[in-house]
């Protein structure tokens, strides 16, 4: 979970943005329909957020929204509840012999706000569960949940920490994977049957300081993952091998050119140990850039710089490569909302799949955009689309995929909208039985307290 961090008036009500709960939602919904051709470790160095141009509030930090929550103490509470029914064309992501699947898709959430201008707190429970009950072992049951405190300890100095647990199942191309397996030291390959299930234990903090127009920024993340063991027909398949910690630490340093105009330069490293010590390494990535923290309606920043990963095994090869990217936010009306980004990063695998032997490494590229429209006072419509290039350091096997989807609201009275969402996957490979498409489609309603 990824939470915005910016330096906050202290006369602002408690509140939760609109956009930044679709954003939570949408990210936990598309976590169901991305590809698992690679276990990918998620980012592990926290963005470094940079402070508003002399005390100038983000755009972001502008309520949008009428919901005014439930009251308690000194919280606001944001409960909401999304309840439909589903059909996935394509649950396993299998290449061919498809089997669709309908069932239900609920979506309970509980956000707890609460902000006195010096001491900003969230605490969150979201879930996400998909119940097909004619192909039991295409369930999915994630859930996240946990806080994030920003404390303005001075109007120039912002300190901030969260912690997160999340439960999350993955499926895989065809609902088996070969899975390597010790018996009687030897090592076997055998095939196991999805889903996968997993546990991640995620824990940061950051700081940020200005000075004038000289402004700098530190944090740091934790991320440590469990694997539950598999069982299958042939018996149980232990998983502890893939269980890992990856820690990070980033620094930025920026200096205001002129009131509108920001020039930065960051570094960050990565520490990635596995309970199997093939799959150990560490790395770095140096960036510099230029971003606005409010042209007219545009907020976002662009960066070149480099990057490298040492493996320590020498069945991967350390990589390195340019590095390029950024990250746009733009409100071109109150009705409008557009957001773009651009990344590359090192991924690691620890799964070793039919078309992914040796649960190689891999270079992702991928860039998206998220484009939200209100229609009218009853009718609001997001659309999105991602594209992403993994090129895995061994092997020779490439892949490419596209996601994209779209959700409409209608209000059918006050907190009530029905709802509707659609989700297409497709991936190309050069690897046997990997290239797949999906479709996702649900219908239902959604509260909103």
């Not at 509140?15 to 939602?25: K, P």
């Not at 394509?90 to 699947?101: E, I, L, T, V, Y």
Request: hydrophobic fraction near 35%; proline fraction near 4%.
């Amino acid at each position: 979970m990824l939470f915005e961090v910016g330096l906050m008036s202290r006369s602002r009500k408690p509140f939760v943005h609109e956009s930044s709960l679709a954003f939570i939602f949408a990210g936990l919904s598309a976590l169901q329909i991305q590809p698992s051709f690679a276990q990918s470790v998620p980012s592990e160095v926290q963005t470094v957020v940079t402070p508003n141009s002399f005390g100038v509030r983000s755009l972001r930090d502008t309520p949008t929204r009428e919901y005014q929550g439930l009251l308690l103490g000194g919280w606001v509470l944001y409960p909401s509840l999304l309840v439909a029914g589903t059909y996935d064309d394509n649950p396993f992501q299998a290449p061919s012999d498809r089997k669709g699947a309908a069932g239900t898709h609920l979506r309970p959430s509980v956000i707890a706000d609460r902000d006195n201008g010096l001491h900003h707190t969230t605490v969150y429970t979201i879930g996400d569960f998909r119940i097909y009950p004619d192909l039991s072992t295409g369930n999915t049951v994630n859930i996240e949940t946990g806080f994030n405190h920003t404390w303005e300890a001075r109007k120039d100095l912002v300190i901030s920490a969260s912690g997160e647990y999340a439960r999350r199942t993955d499926m895989y191309n065809t609902g088996q994977v070969v899975n390597p397996f010790v018996l009687g030291g030897l090592t076997y390959r055998g095939t196991q049957a999805s889903p996968q299930r997993y546990n991640e234990f995620i824990g940061s903090v950051s700081a940020q300081k200005s000075f004038d127009r000289l402004f700098i920024g530190l944090s740091s993340t934790a991320r440590a993952t469990t694997y539950d063991t598999l069982y299958t027909s042939t018996g149980a398949l232990d998983q502890a091998y893939r269980n890992n910690l990856v820690t990070g630490v980033t620094g930025r340093l920026g200096y205001y050119a002129t009131p509108l105009l920001f020039v930065f330069t960051e570094a960050s490293g990565n520490f990635r140990d596995f309970r199997d010590p093939t799959y150990n390494s560490e790395g770095y990535r140096f960036v510099g850039g230029i971003g606005t923290d409010r042209i007219g309606l545009i907020r976002g920043e662009i960066f070149g710089g480099y990057q490298s990963q040492f493996y320590f095994s020498g069945l991967f090869p350390s990589a390195n490569s340019p590095v390029y990217g950024g990250k746009l936010y733009w409100y071109p009306t109150r009705a409008w909302t557009i957001e773009a980004g651009l990344d590359e990063t090192f991924q690691d695998s620890a799964l070793s799949t039919v078309g992914n032997a040796t649960g190689s490494a891999a270079r992702a590229t991928s860039a998206n955009l998220r484009i939200g429209y209100k229609l009218a006072k009853s009718w609001s419509a997001t659309v999105n689309g991602q594209y992403t290039d993994v090129a895995y350091i061994s092997g020779g096997r490439h892949d490419s995929r596209w996601n994209s989807g779209a959700t409409l609201n209608y209000e059918i009275w006050r907190n009530l909208n029905a709802t509707f969402e659609y989700a297409f996957t497709r991936v190309f490979s050069n690897s046997d039985g990997a290239a797949f498409t999906r479709n996702v489609f649900t219908l239902g309603a959604t509260y909103k307290y």
